[in-house]
C-alpha cells in the first residue's frame, strides 16, 4: 500500500469535490493543493480565482507556496484586486469555495471569531476575512478542518461564516440567495447535508477509521448515510502530483 498522511487523503478528497469546468475560489494551505491536483488530473479546464486578484485558467509554470507567489502571476487569465473577486462571488459566478474554521456544527455554520460568544469572550480569533462571503455567495463551499471534538460541537459559539443556521429554510429567512455548504472533509472522515433536514450525514470513513472513532470526537450523535464507504485511498499518481505542488511537504506535512 502506497504510504500516506491524513493531508495527503484531505487533499485527494478535495480534489475529488472540484468537477471539470468549474469556476473554484481556491483559498490556501491543503485547498490551494486540492484544487491544483484536480487541475492537473480529471478537471484540466477548471478556472481558479484566487483572493489577492488572480485569475488562471491554466497551471502555474513552477510550485507556488501562496496565492501571491510570482509563477501564479505569471501570464494570468486576469491580475484584478480583491474587489473584482469579490464581485464574482456576488455576481454568482463561483462554483465552489473552501473555507476552513475553529469550530463547525452540525449544521455547517463554521466559528472563526471568539470562543465563547460575543458575551463570553474566551479566545479571540482572527475573524472572517473572505470566509463569510465565501460561506454566502458561492454556489457551494466545502468544509476542511481536522476533526477533533472541541472544535466539532452541537453549536458553534458564533456564527462567522454561514451554513445551515438552525435548519431547513434558515438562509432563505435571512437573505442568503444561494449556496450552503456541500460536504465537510476533515481527518477521519466526509460529511455531506441532508437536503431535509439540513444536518450533517457521516457519508465516508477515511481508511483504518471506525464509526466509533467518528463519534469519540464529535459533539452531536451522528447520523449515517444509508450507502456509507470507504474514503479511496490516494493513488500513487495523486500522491506524485501532490509531491510535485507541494516538495517539501510545507502545507502537508504542516499539522504533523
Request: glycine share 10%; with cysteine; proline share 7%.
Amino acid at each position: 500500500m502506497t504510504d500516506y498522511i491524513p493531508s495527503h487523503l484531505m487533499v485527494v478528497a478535495a480534489a475529488r469535490e472540484i468537477a471539470d469546468g468549474e469556476i473554484v475560489f481556491v483559498g490556501m494551505r491543503l485547498p490551494l493543493l486540492g484544487f491544483l491536483l484536480a487541475k492537473s488530473t480529471h478537471a484540466p479546464h477548471a478556472v481558479g480565482v484566487y483572493e489577492l486578484g488572480v485569475v488562471r485558467d491554466d497551471m502555474a509554470p513552477a510550485p507556488i507556496l501562496t496565492m501571491g507567489d510570482l509563477p501564479n502571476l505569471y501570464r494570468a487569465l486576469w491580475l484584478a484586486d480583491t474587489a473584482d473577486m469579490m464581485g464574482l462571488l456576488q455576481s454568482g459566478s463561483v462554483d465552489v469555495s473552501f473555507i476552513g474554521g475553529a469550530q463547525v456544527d452540525r449544521f455547517g455554520n463554521l466559528n472563526t471569531s471568539y470562543i465563547g460568544g460575543v458575551e463570553n469572550v474566551q479566545t479571540r480569533l482572527p475573524g472572517s476575512g473572505g470566509a463569510c462571503d465565501l460561506a454566502s455567495l458561492a454556489r457551494r463551499h466545502i468544509i476542511i478542518m481536522a476533526h477533533e471534538r472541541r472544535r466539532f460541537l452541537p453549536r458553534v459559539d458564533y456564527i462567522t461564516s454561514p451554513g445551515y443556521g438552525d435548519g431547513p429554510g434558515w438562509r432563505e429567512r435571512v437573505g442568503l440567495p444561494r449556496g450552503g455548504p456541500s460536504a465537510i472533509i476533515t481527518t477521519l472522515g466526509i460529511f455531506r447535508f441532508d437536503p431535509g433536514t439540513s444536518e450533517t450525514v457521516l457519508s465516508s470513513l477515511h481508511p483504518g477509521v471506525t464509526v466509533e472513532d467518528v463519534q469519540a470526537h464529535t459533539g452531536w450523535p451522528l447520523r449515517l448515510a444509508q450507502d456509507l464507504v470507504r474514503t479511496p485511498p490516494p493513488t500513487a499518481r495523486e500522491l506524485a502530483m501532490i509531491a510535485r505542488f507541494d516538495p517539501s511537504g510545507y502545507w502537508t506535512r504542516a499539522n504533523e
